[in-house]
């Protein structure tokens, strides 16, 4: 279990992140929504123990962030940054394969295999990096973090990514959504940050929505999908419109009420 | 497409012996031509010989040159081209940035200003001794350690370095130390002033058998140090949070590669004095021609530092037979330019 207890971060007096606490499975799918600026990074950030936080505790399957060696902390849990750059001419493979630090030599190959196949990179895999598009390079990244975890492994595991859809189109989304589904039946929990409510809704676990740095509220889909909540938390309209899927309703920007009007009586 | 990963460390294998055959061509050339010009098949006699092997079809005065004038510079040469490269890649590659170099960053003047300060007001002047072959490299390593911690210091901020303050950092600590190297000339009598002209474009002539056992101990050891990181230095290059993701202690990995870095130019400097742009240059030159790839870069930037500085030093000793231009004027004129196309080509870049 990866646990989160009263986590506290502030930048010059400024509470960015204010007593947060959550828990994430393995096997689970948790996203973190929240509007512009609600903290959601820098909870990221604690979570992965890339900064550590001024009061709270994080633990990876009841081992505390502090006493994780980071040798053994990537052993537990990748992470997916928002933006990464690179700035030597590496290939796509090569920057895939960079995932591999820790694992034997003697997997390497097949883990790569697999990967980029289930990533669909192949036929990009020999261009250099820099020369990829936006959402190639999401993908690449991706398939670099995947290849940290994809070794089965006895104990559970942990994937963190920080908006790994913001640069992909449709079908890449789903895609990428549906690879994060499977690696879930790997004992893997997976922690992500989202901006669109429908892809969340279709796929997590549970959802936690973050506004003004504190958890406005954190549980199942069908608890989240609640209209007054979420108009409250993004501060736009919201309506929520019954649709076939697991949620229950697909999300939808509301209508302001004149022109909702309007709309009824034409 | 797919080059499996056992082919890809054949492959640098390959690459490897291919750069130790040019090295071995170059040095071998360069045992030859000069001033004094020995033909290639005397040149082969004397090296069997020395070997052990004995064959005679040589005099005893072209043994001489070669084996205690040539052949320590050759090694010399060998010994600090390919420290420079390796510590040019290394520090490229910690720092994530293409354009650093240990003489913009302030590890070379950082060296030269304690090396001076050690020649000038501890050993006075003396150019032999024990002291002087351990001491003064040590010095000149303290004062290029200083240096680069100074710049990362300021350079960095929260676990990036910007180019831009980086270069700014580097001319700051590059002015200041220029500075104090005036003041400790100031007390320097003229022929002391003379040599360190020389000495600040770099100059090979003071290769002796006696430096090198110091050389390959304070230079070797580092090399080998820095070529254990290569994988640290391949994750590093996504970026140190990345890198720190995927398991790299990374706070530990830059503080050795610093110390090992600066240790390499430390004794360079110290011995045969400020040569530029070698360590920029040939780290490029191996990315260009093979991969990015640091397990490629870090051997293959030793192997083409020694060649390069091998091959600057033969022509700075034929253009001006029977007198010689001092090194750093041949690096500088091949590593300036290239370095002017390198700021376009960046720029290009990120357009």
């Known amino acids: ?266 | 497409m797919n080059l499996s990963l056992k082919t890809y460390s054949n492959q640098n294998a390959i690459r490897l012996s291919l750069l130790g055959t040019v090295l071995m061509v170059v040095c071998i050339a360069s045992l030859g031509l000069g001033a004094y010009s020995i033909p290639l098949d005397n040149t082969i006699a004397i090296l069997l010989n020395s070997l052990g092997v004995s064959v005679d079809n040589f005099e005893a005065s072209q043994a001489n040159v070669l084996l205690q004038i040539r052949l320590p510079r050759i090694l010399l040469n060998l010994l600090i081209g390919g420290g420079l490269g390796i510590a040019g890649a290394a520090l490229q590659g910690m720092f994530r940035n293409p354009l650093v170099e240990p003489g913009l960053i302030g590890v070379s003047s950082g060296s030269a200003l304690f090396a001076i300060i050690f020649i000038v007001f501890v050993s006075g002047g003396t150019s032999a001794g024990f002291l002087n072959n351990l001491g003064l490299p040590l010095f000149a390593f303290i004062g290029g350690l200083i240096h680069v911690a100074a710049v990362f210091k300021l350079s960095t901020n929260r676990g990036t370095s910007d180019t831009a303050t980086l270069i700014l950092a580097g001319i700051a600590i590059n002015a200041f130390a220029g500075a104090l190297i005036g003041l400790v000339l100031f007390f320097a009598d003229d022929s002391a002033l003379r040599s360190f002209t020389f000495w600040s474009l770099g100059d090979m002539s003071g290769a002796t058998w006696q430096k090198l056992p110091f050389a390959l101990i304070l230079i070797g050891l580092p090399t080998f140090l820095i070529l254990q990181k290569t994988k640290e230095l391949n994750a590093l290059s996504l970026g140190e949070q990345e890198a720190f993701h995927m398991g790299v202690p990374v706070n530990q990995v830059k503080i050795q590669l610093l110390v090992c870095a600066a240790l390499i130019v430390g004794v360079g400097v110290s011995m045969v004095g400020v040569i530029g742009f070698v360590g920029l240059v040939v780290p490029h030159l191996v990315r260009l021609i093979f991969s990015a790839d640091h397990r490629i870069v870090l051997p293959g930037s030793f192997f083409l530092g020694a060649i390069l500085l091998n091959a600057a030093d033969l022509i700075a000793r034929l253009i001006v037979i029977p007198a010689e231009m001092p090194i750093g004027v041949i690096t500088a004129l091949c590593g300036a330019p290239f370095f002017i196309w390198l700021i376009f080509n960046l720029k290009k870049s990120s357009s």
């Open chain 1, 1 to 266: 279990m990866l646990a989160a207890k009263n986590l506290h971060y502030c930048i010059q007096k400024r509470p960015i992140v204010d007593e947060v606490s959550l828990e994430v499975n393995p096997g689970e799918i948790l996203s973190i929504l929240g509007p512009n600026g609600a903290g959601k990074s820098t909870l990221f950030k604690i979570l992965s123990g890339e900064i550590p936080c001024k009061r709270g505790f994080v633990s990876y399957n009841h081992t505390g962030l502090g006493e994780l060696k980071v040798h053994d902390l990537a052993k537990i849990r990748a992470v997916l940054p928002q933006h990464s750059q690179v700035n030597f001419p590496f290939s796509a493979k090569e920057v895939i394969s960079l995932g591999l630090h820790q694992v034997k030599v003697s997997k390497h190959e097949q883990i790569l295999q697999e990967v980029m196949e289930i990533t669909r990179v192949m036929q990009f895999s020999d261009k250099l990096y820099q020369h990829l598009s936006g959402g190639e390079k999401q993908r690449v990244q991706l398939a670099r973090v995947l290849c940290q975890i994809w070794e089965r492994q006895p104990y559970p595991r942990y994937l963190l990514l920080d908006e790994p859809t913001s640069s992909l189109d449709l079908a890449q989304q789903h895609a990428v959504l549906k690879i994060l589904k499977q690696l879930t039946q790997r004992n893997i929990g997976v922690v992500i940050i989202l901006h669109e409510l429908n892809l969340a809704a279709q796929y997590s676990d549970r959802i936690a929505l973050l506004k003004d740095g504190t958890l406005q509220k954190w549980g199942n889909v069908k608890e989240i999908m609640d209209e007054e909540l979420l108009e409250r938390v993004f501060e736009h309209p919201v309506q929520l419109i019954p649709y076939p899927c697991a949620a229950g309703c697909i999300v939808a920007s509301g209508l302001q009420n004149q022109a909702y009007q309007n709309l009824n009586q034409a």
